[in-house]
């Protein structure tokens, strides 16, 4: 299969290329940035071109087999106007460029990237891929993310993946969250009772390939573990993996005064299960939190 990949560069994308490669699948990654293929592996083609802008990599995509859209700005970053902008363009306006072309020609699969913040901050309730849609900002973002892929679906099986916390050694939200227990001043943040929705980077790679090659998968699919945890709980198992302390709280304001409105990313409780990745019969490399730490804490030495 020749798979065509927006974002590749990403955390997702450098782990999933060599997974590709691997399985024999022949791989074209798209570039905007030249300097940044060499995080690519051997063996990856790379077209350049900006995947929010129309051009001549949509003929390369037209002559794949299958596409992965992971292309999309970190959030990681204040929210301000202008940031908002370069999260819609780098999601909606990439998306639906892509699906322009499978909607007449090319890959008749698309694995389209999205977020259990489509889901919104849902306290204590418990959802999977037939709960509805949240109403605050990352929601909205999410909800115009996936239906920018919707044109695709008029001759292409499409996969609208949902991912929650990725758990990796390096890049994404883990060293981060590692740093302050490093320092001995780790801990839950706020009150630590909200739920987090984690994965590890592994399992990601895992249901981009069930999305890819299971003509069964096809609709939502949530990229989550099947047992989250509350945040309290992140911070113990973190702990004690490290050795050190984890009672040690960062105030709900504090962390609303230092990144704004990101705050709601943060601290938002989303409850979310794999039901339809359970269904498909994909296993769990790390379903559990502490085996999933335990790897990637001692990878990190």
């Known amino acids: 299969m020749h798979v065509f990949v927006t974002g590749a ?15 024999g699948h022949e791989v074209t990654a798209l570039s905007r940035a030249p300097p940044a293929v060499s995080r ?6 790379v077209v350049a071109g900006d995947p929010t802008v129309p051009g001549p990599w949509q003929d390369t995509l037209a002559r794949a087999d299958a596409c992965v859209s992971l292309a999309g700005e970190s959030l990681d970053e204040r ?3 202008a940031r908002k902008h370069t999260f819609r363009a780098s999601r909606v306006d990439s998306t639906r460029n892509v699906a322009d072309v499978l909607r007449t020609r090319g890959p008749e699969v698309l694995v389209s990237a999205s977020a259990i ?5 849902r306290g204590e309730e418990t959802l999977d891929e037939a709960s509805g849609p949240g109403g605050d900002y990352l929601a909205d973002l999410c909800r115009a993310w996936e239906d920018a892929a919707a044109p695709a679906a008029a001759r292409a099986r499409v996969v ?12 994404g939200a883990l ?3 590692v740093l302050p227990f490093r320092l001995f001043v780790g801990g839950p943040l706020g009150d630590g009772r909200f739920w987090q929705s984690w994965i590890h980077l592994a399992d990601v790679v895992g249901l981009v390939l069930l999305a890819l090659e299971d003509r069964h998968a096809e609709g939502p699919l949530n990229a989550v573990s099947p047992e989250p945890a509350r945040n309290r709980d992140v911070a113990k198992a973190i702990g004690r993996l490290l050795g050190r302390p984890s009672a040690l709280p960062t105030p709900a304001l504090a962390i609303r005064l230092a990144v704004g409105e990101m ?22 490399r790390f379903p559990a939190l502490e085996g999933a730490l335990a790897d990637l804490l001692r990878k990190a030495g």
């Open 263 to 284: 705050a709601k990313v943060v601290l938002s409780s989303e409850r979310v299960l794999p039901a339809k990745a359970l269904s498909l019969g994909y296993r769990y």
């Open 79 to 81: 929210w301000t106007e």
């Open 175 to 177: 060293p981060r969250m």
């Open 40 to 45: 690519l592996p051997a063996g990856v083609s």
């Open 117 to 121: 913040g489509f889901y919104g901050d």
């Open 9 to 23: 560069t990403g955390l997702i994308g450098r782990a999933l290329c060599p997974a590709l490669l691997e399985r």
């Open 160 to 171: 609208r993946l949902r991912t929650g916390l990725v758990l990796a050694r390096d890049g």
